[in-house]
C-alpha cells in the first residue's frame, strides 16, 4: 500500500534521543506512513543502533552536507501525498500525524500545517521558552500566523506537514545563512501560501544544549532579524513606503540597518524612554507614541522585545484605530 505519509528525520549524531523519536513517529496511530531516516553523516553509531523490522523505516544517507541536504535527500524519494518533518531528539504524540492529516483534508485551502507544542527540557523550562511556547500554541489560524510570522517563526519545524506540491512549489528547504526552516516558512508566506494549526498538542519539543539551534550561528538572533527584514523588504512592505521602527533601542537599530542594507529607506524612530525622545538615531528623529496620533499613513515596524512590550505596543495602535497587517506589524 502506498504510504499516504512520508516522516523525514535528518538526524547526525542523534545520540540516547533518537530511539524514542523513532518509536514516536512508528507508534503514530495514523499507521498508513513511512518514515526515511537521513542520516547526516554522524559519527555516534546511534543510527546503527536502531533496532527495527518495522518495513515502514528506511534507512538513507545524506547526498550532501546539513540538515536541508538531508531533508531534500529524503524528499527526492519520499512515497507519500503528505510530508511531516521531525526532529530526531524530539517526540510526537501518537495522535500527531492523524489530527494533522485530518486538519489539512478539512481544510484544503491551507498548503501546510504546525502543531501546538509541549516544550520540555531535563532541567526544567524557564520563563522565556514558557512564553515562546505560549505564543506558538496561541498563533493558530491562517490570519494570526499570517499577521505575526515576522515576530518568530510560528511554525514548530518539527511539527510541519506539507501537501507534497508545496514542497516540490518552494524546491524543498534552502541552505540560507539564516534558518532554514524559518527561510522556508517566509518564502511560503511571500507566495501567499496559508498555513494553520490544528487544536491540542502534537509533539513534546526537547530543549537541551546540543541541539542545532544551539550551535549553529545561524541561528543567531541577529540571523532571523535578517531573515525577517529580508522577505519584509521584498513583500509585505510596499515599495516606497518608509516606515517608522517603534523602538530606537539595539533591536530597532539593528532592523534599521538590515533594512538600509535592502535599499529601503526608514523614515525615524518611535520610543518611550524620556532620555531618547527627541534626539537621534541613526541621523533619524526619535519621536514618542504619541506623534502617531497626527500621522495617520505611517507604517509601524515595530521592533521591540523586552517582555511585555508587543502588547503594551498593540494596545496602544489599536487604540488609535490601527490595524495589524495592515498599517504595522511586529519584528519582536
Not at 507519500?80 to 484544503?108: C, F, K, T, W
Not at 520540555?120 to 515562546?132: C, E
Request: hydrophobic fraction near 40%.
Amino acid at each position: 500500500m502506498k504510504p499516504l505519509v512520508t516522516v523525514i528525520m535528518p538526524v547526525r549524531d542523534g545520540g540516547v534521543f533518537l530511539a524514542e523519536a523513532v518509536d514516536s513517529i512508528l507508534g503514530q496511530s495514523h499507521g498508513q506512513l513511512e518514515l526515511l531516516l537521513v542520516d547526516d553523516h554522524s559519527s555516534d553509531g546511534a543510527v546503527g543502533q536502531i533496532e527495527s523490522h518495522d518495513p515502514r523505516l528506511r534507512l538513507l544517507v545524506n547526498r550532501g552536507t546539513g540538515v536541508s541536504a538531508a531533508f531534500n535527500t529524503g524528499l527526492a524519494v519520499a512515497s507519500g501525498h503528505y510530508i511531516a518533518r521531525m526532529d530526531a531528539d524530539d517526540i510526537a504524540l501518537p495522535e500527531r500525524l492523524s489530527r494533522q492529516v485530518a486538519y489539512l483534508e478539512n481544510h484544503p485551502e491551507l498548503a501546510l500545517c504546525g502543531g501546538c507544542v509541549e516544550i520540555f527540557a531535563a532541567a526544567g523550562v524557564a520563563g522565556g521558552n514558557r512564553r515562546y511556547q505560549d505564543w506558538l500554541n496561541g498563533c493558530r489560524s491562517p490570519d494570526e500566523i499570517r499577521r505575526e510570522i515576522f515576530i518568530e517563526s510560528p511554525i514548530p519545524n518539527p511539527t510541519a506537514l506539507f501537501r507534497r506540491d508545496t514542497l516540490e512549489a518552494l524546491g524543498g528547504y534552502a541552505d540560507p545563512q539564516w534558518p532554514e526552516d524559518y527561510d522556508l516558512f517566509l518564502r511560503a508566506d511571500a507566495r501567499g501560501m496559508r498555513m494553520g494549526k490544528p487544536k491540542g498538542t502534537v509533539l513534546r519539543w526537547r530543549e537541551h544544549e546540543h541541539r542545532l539551534t544551539r550551535t549553529d550561528g545561524r541561528y543567531d538572533l541577529k540571523r532571523f532579524q535578517a531573515a525577517k527584514v529580508h522577505y519584509l523588504a521584498q513583500g509585505r512592505l510596499r515599495q516606497g513606503v518608509r516606515p517608522v521602527i517603534w523602538g530606537a533601542g539595539p533591536t530597532g537599530r539593528l532592523t534599521h540597518d538590515l533594512l538600509e542594507a535592502e535599499g529601503r529607506a526608514v523614515r525615524g524612530f518611535i520610543d518611550v524612554h524620556p532620555r531618547r525622545i527627541g534626539g537621534e538615531k541613526r541621523g533619524l528623529p526619535v519621536w514618542s507614541a504619541e506623534w502617531l496620533r497626527e500621522q495617520p499613513d505611517a507604517f509601524v515596524l515595530a521592533a521591540v522585545g523586552a517582555a511585555g512590550a508587543r502588547d503594551r505596543i498593540r494596545s496602544h495602535l489599536s487604540a488609535l484605530g490601527r490595524v495589524e497587517g495592515e498599517d504595522h506589524l511586529f519584528l519582536a
